[in-house]
């Protein structure tokens, strides 16, 4: 895309894509390190999870007020109009899914006398969901919307998955009601992994209509794919 | 390197340096050249007011010398025995010679007699308003002093130079004929001029194509305005004299003449008017689904008769003080009497200005001033007019 | 554009040259009937010249040249036997400067009924002229003065009353080229309100230099680009995701 004639404009539409890439990067690096503390068992990285969540809300706040004030004082149009909303939704979902890595940061640190012994499946959940995450921020910072059809793709694989975990889970706790307190942990925790997850899917969705400008929201993948690749129109 | 274009935090001294006080001085000087420009400029034309006034203003009055005049029989075949003997050199001989013909005309006057103030001669009245070169002879001084004393003689308003035509002797010649003669004139060249030169510019502006041709027309429209006058009056006598037949020194042929040189001013500004009104009334009347002719009509001309009116008086009034093509179509002559139509000989004001200018009795200089002043009279209220609808038409849109 | 029988007018190949200049390359274009469309783009891209070659506005200008079909419901208007001034009674104009004759406002709106024949003065032109001015949302600033010139009003009272004068030969279509170019942004406001109720009755096309106005007007936008129609759509789907990539620097101001 060509430069914009209002050379500030440009600038603030520029610095609005980094800080969101910069809060993506933090609620990335909070979910990976959140499992990595239930993995390892580490309460100290889950407490880092915990004290970093302000950062994350903070640049929730900063980016609300860049696209007020984008909003108010250049009258985006088009694909800047179409960024500008993309941000302001992206930017609800990202805070949701640090909030969700502190959530398991939090379960985490009430293992410390129940450890989670069957870890396999929460970790293969736990792969498939960052992946997911990557590509959407990935599909985010290079505006590749086949890459952000991609991260929609996974999410039946990753509900697949958690299904398998939560069945799993059940089965472990039936045999051992020892093992109940650390059972409904593992779930809480698979639970909010699932829904950073679905976040995930929001962001690719709302990269797909900031790049095409079709809203595939609840729509199927392979209507979804027809209107990208423009052989539906949207009526 | 550093910016020369950055604002100077150093130095904010308001006061003047040398650079801006020469310039400053250059600036005074430039507006006193104008001061003295125009000093001189209204010098010359005070000069030039107070030389015509002081020589002219004099001629508004004229001597009259208070005799007995008998109407007796004899008087009919010798008018010089209407008047006493002593008096009969200081009398002017035009009011004498009318007297045969008043008594024709009344004939139950002959046998009366009575006292009437009466015309004086041009040199007692040279004598009376005191001007050198008057040519009284020494004997008739002595008597007009006697006179004065009695108080037989007095300056009275000069009725006779408005009511009467030019004449050989100087206190029977007035400026109406002339005057009548330049109204017929101005009446002629408004006449053809001014609905000619308007409809050509109509035509010019709203109508013709933007093509060479046309083009070429613009060009010679605006030379002729800029060619000298005496070339209307070679063209005139050509065109209207020679070959229509119109008659020599008419006012026909005259306002005619004027009436061509008239032509491209009246275009020039006519076009000038038209140019004037904003494009958009012109859209606004075609939007609508005026016709040409109807926008025009309707919407471009009333908003241009303001200039178009102010462009035709600076056009006359040039035509009224011209006296160059009127010289070539025989108007500069000696023509005494008012004309009765337009076809008969006549003169106009600056004309007679001239003739009378070239005389060689004295007494008639004063009557050339006196011309001159009714002329520019003429002039200056005709140009106001003009500043005044130019004035009105000065709105904006 | 889908073939929609509801269009007013229908433009197909339409060129036009000023002498050699060829400065519209072959446009075509549906304007829907009872909407308002916009024309967008940057200066000199052809958005104006296109608008007057919809009421032959540009048959005054020497070495112009139309080639192409211009269909008001289905007839040519650059037919041999169409006849300019009863076309004008169709598609009326609204100009860039409030243009109104500097005579009363009643005789602003009653000249082109009285020229036309539609209508002589009396009661009726009165209620003509009442009824032009209500539609034109003026009626009520100017009512007590129709006798006072309509060049004392404010411009955007002037530009209400050039829509009203326009709105009293009854046309189908009512042409603006730019309108609000030089009125302030209340008044601005106050013409698109009265675009918004007046196209209930007239297929209206408008021609601007403020992108947020046509986004703000119009049901239809077409921009233009050196003489090309570029793209033309409903409003929200120009504004929000253009498919040429044209469109989308001008809209965004990216353009260059």
């Known amino acids: ?235 | 390197m550093s910016d020369p274009l950055k604002p100077s935090s150093m130095d904010t001294s308001l006061k003047a340096d040398n650079r801006k006080r020469r310039r400053a001085r250059a600036d005074s000087r430039f507006k006193w050249y104008g001061i003295i420009a125009l000093g001189l400029a209204m010098a010359f034309l005070t000069f030039f007011f107070i030389d015509i006034i002081g020589k002219g203003l004099p001629a508004f009055q004229q001597a009259e010398i208070l005799v007995h005049v008998e109407y007796s029989e004899a008087v009919k075949s010798n008018y010089n025995k209407a008047v006493p003997k002593k008096y009969r050199k200081l009398i002017s001989r035009a009011w004498l010679r009318s007297i045969p013909m008043m008594l024709e005309g009344h004939p139950d006057m002959i046998g009366t007699s009575e006292n009437l103030w009466v015309l004086a001669d041009y040199r007692v009245d040279q004598f009376l308003k005191g001007h050198e070169g008057h040519r009284l002879k020494k004997k008739y001084q002595q008597l007009v002093a006697q006179l004065e004393t009695d108080g037989k003689v007095h300056l009275a308003f000069n009725t006779g130079f408005f009511s009467s035509g030019d004449s050989k002797l100087p206190e029977n010649a007035g400026i109406l004929a002339s005057a009548i003669g330049s109204v017929l004139v101005l009446l002629l060249t408004m006449l053809f001029a001014v609905p000619v030169g308007v409809m050509t510019a109509i035509y010019l502006e709203e109508f013709a194509p933007d093509n060479h041709f046309t083009r070429l027309i613009e060009v010679n429209i605006n030379n002729l305005a800029a060619i000298p006058s005496i070339l209307y009056g070679l063209l005139g006598l050509a065109i209207f004299i020679n070959f229509m037949g119109v008659p020599r020194s008419s006012a026909l042929a005259g306002g005619l003449t004027l009436a061509l040189m008239t032509l491209p001013i009246i275009i020039i500004a006519t076009r000038a008017a038209l140019r004037a009104v904003p494009d958009s009334i012109r859209e606004a009347a075609y939007g609508l689904g005026a016709s040409s002719l109807q926008t025009v009509w309707h919407h471009v001309l009333p908003l241009a008769i303001p200039g178009i009116l102010t462009g035709s008086i600076i056009g006359l009034a040039q035509a009224m003080g011209e006296t160059a093509p009127l010289l070539i179509v025989g108007m500069m002559a000696y023509i005494p009497d008012a004309p009765h139509s337009i076809l008969e000989a006549t003169t106009v004001l600056p004309a007679q200005v001239y003739t009378w200018s070239a005389e060689s009795i004295r007494a008639f200089e004063e009557r050339t001033a006196a011309g001159i002043m009714v002329l520019l009279a003429v002039l200056l209220s005709l140009n106001a007019v003009a500043v005044k609808l130019r004035n009105r038409s000065q709105q904006t849109w | 554009m889908s073939t929609d029988t509801n269009n007013k007018l229908t433009i197909r190949d339409l060129k036009l040259w000023y002498d050699d200049f060829e400065a519209l390359h072959g446009v075509d274009l549906d304007i829907p009937s009872g909407k308002v469309t916009a024309f967008i783009g940057p200066s000199g891209c052809g958005k104006s010249t296109f608008l007057r070659c919809l009421n032959r506005m540009n048959d005054r200008i020497p070495g112009c040249r139309v080639q192409g079909d211009v269909l008001l419901e289905g007839n040519d208007i650059y037919a041999p036997d169409v006849d300019v001034v009863q076309l004008r009674t169709h598609i009326g104009m609204v100009f860039q400067k409030p243009n109104p004759f500097p005579k009363s406002i009643y005789e602003n709106i009653a000249y082109a009924p009285r020229i036309h024949g539609m209508m002589q003065d009396g009661p009726d032109m009165d209620a003509l002229v009442e009824t032009a001015l209500k539609k034109a949302s003026i009626w009520d600033e100017v009512k007590d003065k129709l006798k006072q010139p309509g060049t004392a009003l404010s411009g955007g009272q002037q530009q209400r009353l050039c829509i009203a004068r326009t709105i009293a030969i009854q046309p189908d279509v009512i042409l603006m080229d730019e309108p609000c170019s030089a009125l302030d942004p209340i008044a601005t406001a106050k013409i698109e309100e009265l675009m918004d109720e007046l196209k209930q009755e007239y297929t209206i096309v408008i021609v601007t230099h403020n992108m947020q106005q046509a986004a703000r007007a119009s049901d239809f936008t077409a921009y233009f680009y050196l003489g090309d129609l570029i793209e033309y759509g409903k409003t929200t789907d120009i504004f929000t995701a253009p498919k040429n990539q044209r469109t989308e620097d001008y809209i965004t101001g990216r353009f260059g």
């Open chain 1, 1 to 235: 895309m060509t430069e914009h004639t209002i050379k500030r404009f440009e600038d603030e539409l520029t610095a609005l894509k980094e800080k969101i890439l910069c809060m993506g990067g933090l609620v990335e690096k909070a979910v990976r390190r959140s499992m990595k503390s239930v993995l390892q068992v580490d309460p100290g990285k889950a407490q880092k999870v915990i004290d970093r969540d302000r950062a994350i809300n903070a640049l929730e706040v900063e980016i609300d007020e860049m696209t007020r004030s984008m909003l108010a004082l250049r009258q985006p149009a088009a694909g800047d109009l179409r960024l500008v909303i993309a941000t302001i939704k992206i930017v609800t979902d990202l805070e949701r899914s640090g909030d969700l890595a502190e959530g398991i940061a939090d379960a985490m640190l009430q293992t410390k006398d129940h450890p989670i012994i069957h870890t396999s499946s929460l970790e293969t959940l736990a792969e498939l969901v960052i992946e997911q995450v990557k590509y959407a921020l990935d599909a985010f910072a290079s505006e590749d919307f086949e890459k952000a059809l991609d991260c929609v793709a996974k999410d039946k694989k990753v509900n697949k998955t958690f299904k398998a975990f939560q069945r799993e889970n059940l089965t472990y706790l039936m045999e051992d009601p020892r093992q109940i307190t650390a059972g409904l942990l593992a779930s809480a925790i698979g639970k909010n992994l699932e829904r950073i997850g679905d976040h995930a899917v929001n962001i690719a969705e709302m990269v797909i209509y900031m790049v095409k400008g079709h809203d595939i929201r609840h729509v199927d993948h392979k209507t979804a794919a027809a209107l990208i690749s423009g052989e539906l129109s949207e009526d």
